[in-house]
């Protein structure tokens, strides 16, 4: 069933998607934009979630262009807001009759200290908290569109650290490198509380690492990081190969089974020790619900 990439990193399969609703956060670039154009091809409506809107209307004229699919539309959100998440996920069900699958896919890495507006840390802010609270938005809907999907993308920088329950937002210390792996980790313990949540509601939830992928994620590091980037960009990914876990995760039939799994390569792989923490994740999830204010159904 499972295909495991060789060399590459390419996976094929020719499941079609006609008459499905998917949403893509970050859809403007990298990873996110190479599934949005995936997805496309298959036939399903494609929502391009982006906070920078004129760069998602490049990307979109492109992957129309490419794919022939009219129906691919972009949509404003920016996770670090969660007024613009809220206003997102407004919108999304005025708009939409279904959301078969929910790709959250965004992410900034390794940037200096900043808060968002609403006063989150930036990575967790974003990389978690910002889909953490999107999806829970949006889970009626998902629920109503069954057989659904809801696609995590980690990393493996979650074995990087653990979660700092007691500095949580960072505000005694602050390490861009262990505050990434912190919000991946997040992801991980998320997808795995969130299909504990959903079994039997025919909404199914995966995690994953999608490579070391040649992307505007690195455009926080400093330069010596950047060339070493450029040097070894033989061991890297192309936003092409580093989507295609992405990918099978969203189309992939069968996976059902494998909820709350994470995966790489097209395949179900090892997480962390701490990832696979049903009492971390609790603590994660109960930390997440207070500090954005809101308890789960």
Avoid at 10 to 24: A, F, K, M, N, P
Avoid at 25 to 47: F, M, P, S, V, Y
Avoid at 112 to 121: A, Q, R, V
Wanted: one cysteine or more; hydrophobic letters at 40%.
């Amino acid at each position: 069933m499972y295909c495991r990439p060789v060399c590459c990193n390419r996976w094929s399969s020719e499941e079609r998607l006609d008459g499905q609703t998917v949403i893509i956060t970050g859809a403007n670039t990298g990873i996110g934009k190479e599934t949005a154009r995936d997805l496309a091809r298959r036939g399903a409506r494609i929502i391009m979630a982006c906070r920078d809107l004129e760069r998602a209307e490049e990307a979109r004229a492109e992957i129309l262009e490419d794919t022939g699919n009219e129906n691919v539309v972009t949509r404003k959100l920016d996770l670090s807001d969660t007024k613009s998440i809220r206003a997102f996920a407004d919108l999304i069900i005025k708009e939409e009759k279904q959301v078969n699958i929910l790709i959250n896919n965004a992410g900034i890495m390794m940037c200096p200290y900043s808060k968002t507006l609403d006063g989150f840390e930036m990575q967790l802010g974003v990389n978690h908290l910002g889909h953490f609270l999107l999806t829970y938005l949006l889970l009626d809907i998902i629920k109503w569109s069954t057989p659904a999907r809801i696609v995590v993308v980690a990393s493996v920088a979650h074995t990087w650290t653990n979660l700092r329950l007691d500095d949580i937002n960072s505000e005694r210390s602050y390490d861009p490198m262990k505050a990434y792996g912190q919000s991946k980790l997040a992801n991980v313990l998320f997808a795995r509380s969130l299909a504990k949540l959903l079994q039997g509601t025919g909404v199914s939830v995966f995690s994953l690492h999608p490579g070391v992928v040649q992307s505007d994620l690195w455009r926080h590091q400093h330069q010596c990081i950047q060339v070493a980037v450029k040097v070894f960009r033989i061991f890297t990914k192309t936003p092409v190969e580093g989507a295609q876990t992405t990918i099978f995760c969203a189309v992939e039939p069968g996976l059902e089974s494998r909820s709350g799994e994470y995966f790489s390569d097209c395949a179900p792989a090892r997480c962390s020790t701490a990832a696979s923490d049903d009492a971390l994740a609790q603590r994660m999830w109960d930390i997440s619900c207070n500090m954005l204010g809101i308890t789960w159904k």
